[in-house]
Structures are given as structure tokens and as C-alpha cells.
């Protein structure tokens, strides 16, 4: 079995603060873990994806996430957020082999201007 | 290029009555999967498709769902006698291979609402 656990509902953060958005995985083997975000009546856009190797993974829009297996968790950063980042994130992992995604239950943003 | 693309982004029903969902998914993309989001969750397996043929559909709920990719490309979810619990947002996603690293990507979905 694989999952995904977002603990908090929803992060408030200032503009041009530091963002982190956590989220932490079980899956059997190694996991592949993925990064979406999704704005109000839309679909989940890609940020960045976890396979191996580096532990700090850069993605787009200045977003980076954290692979950190002892914790078994990938948090989401950015170092400065931007109003235009407020949007629902969903984190997912995949086991090798598996071809379905196991999404968390989502982190609503707020940046507050 | 292109994105996924699903059709059609909203549709309304009554109780009983049968619904088609349809997605096209980015060209070339050989994997393509289907997810239900319902309100306030993430996305949801439900069946996936590699080529012509679903390689899993273990995440279907009952036996009134049913999907087909004839060609290899598009494909259409069947819902058949529509509940209110079916009320959800249908998300399609395609991949260039069926390999587990990657990168599955959505179109914009498509609402259902069972009245």
C-alpha cells in the first residue's frame, strides 16, 4: 500500500516569506514522490518530482522540495512567496512498479499581500 | 504542444441516467490514467490504460463504471445509472511511458453532477 499525509489544512504565509508546505509518504521500496498544484477550477499542474539521487529537488515557479528518507517526508519550500501562489498543493508518491498515484489530501496557501 | 484536454467540463444529470467522459491525451503519451477528486480530497485511482488495453482497473468502484481507448488515444469513462454519491470532478492524466518515474500530467476535468 502507498500513501500520503498532508497535516495541515490550510498555511497562511506572508508575501515574501519563506513558504513550506509538508508532506509525508509510506510506500514499500523507494519512492517516487511528486509535487502539484491546483487552482480553482482547474487541473493539477506539475512542480517537481523526486526520483533519485540529489535529495533537494528544484521544480518550477522557484519551488523546491526536500527528500528526506529517514523522516520519510518531502516538504515543499519556496523562499519567497508571491501572492500568485496561493492554490491548493497536493503531494503523491508512486512505488516502483506501481502505476497509480497516491495523492494526499491537499494544503490550501494563502500569501497574504 | 498540447495538454490533456476532457470534455466536457461540466455536466449535469439526473439520478439513473447514463454519462460519457471523455480525454484526449497529450500526443504521443502511450499511458493514460483516470482519477476522481471529490470536494475537500485529493485525486483518486481509478483506471489506467496502457495502449489499448486498462492494465489496472482496480480502482473502479462498482461494476457501473467502465472505461474503454479503443485507438489507443482518447478514451471515455462510462458511468451507467448515475447516484448522487458518483458527484465528483473526473480527472484524466497521460504519460509518455508506463514507467513509474514518469511524469503524469492532467487536463482540467470534468465535473459531474448527479442531481
Known amino acids: 500500500a502507498q500513501s500520503v499525509a498532508q497535516p495541515e489544512d490550510q498555511v497562511n504565509v506572508a508575501e515574501g516569506n519563506p513558504l513550506t508546505v509538508k508532506c509525508t509518504y509510506s510506500?514499500?521500496?523507494?519512492?517516487?514522490l511528486f509535487w502539484y498544484v491546483q487552482y480553482p477550477n482547474r487541473g493539477l499542474q506539475f512542480l517537481l518530482k523526486?526520483?533519485?539521487?540529489?535529495?533537494l529537488v528544484k521544480g518550477s515557479y522557484g519551488f523546491e522540495a526536500e527528500f528526506n528518507k529517514s523522516q520519510t517526508s518531502f516538504h515543499l519550500k519556496k523562499p519567497s512567496a508571491l501572492v500568485s501562489d496561493s492554490a491548493l498543493y497536493f503531494c503523491a508518491v508512486r512505488g516502483r512498479g506501481n502505476n497509480r498515484l497516491a495523492f494526499g489530501k491537499g494544503n490550501q496557501v494563502v500569501v497574504i499581500p | 504542444g498540447a495538454g490533456v484536454s476532457q470534455t466536457p467540463s461540466n455536466k449535469v444529470t439526473e439520478k439513473g441516467k447514463y454519462v460519457e467522459l471523455r480525454c484526449d491525451p497529450i500526443s504521443g503519451h502511450t499511458a493514460l490514467y483516470w482519477y476522481r477528486q471529490s470536494l475537500g480530497q485529493g485525486p483518486e485511482f481509478l483506471i489506467y490504460f496502457q495502449g489499448t488495453g486498462a492494465a489496472d482497473d482496480s480502482g473502479l468502484p462498482n461494476d457501473r463504471f467502465f472505461a474503454v481507448r479503443p485507438e489507443g488515444s482518447v478514451s471515455t469513462l462510462k458511468i451507467q445509472r448515475t447516484e448522487r454519491g458518483d458527484s465528483a470532478v473526473y480527472l484524466c492524466?497521460?504519460?509518455?511511458?508506463?514507467?513509474?518515474?514518469?511524469?503524469?500530467?492532467f487536463g482540467p476535468g470534468t465535473r459531474l453532477t448527479v442531481l
Open positions: 510506500v514499500s521500496g523507494n519512492p517516487y
Open positions: 523526486y526520483i533519485t539521487g540529489d535529495n
Open positions: 492524466a497521460s504519460s509518455f511511458s508506463s514507467l513509474s518515474t514518469d511524469t503524469q500530467y
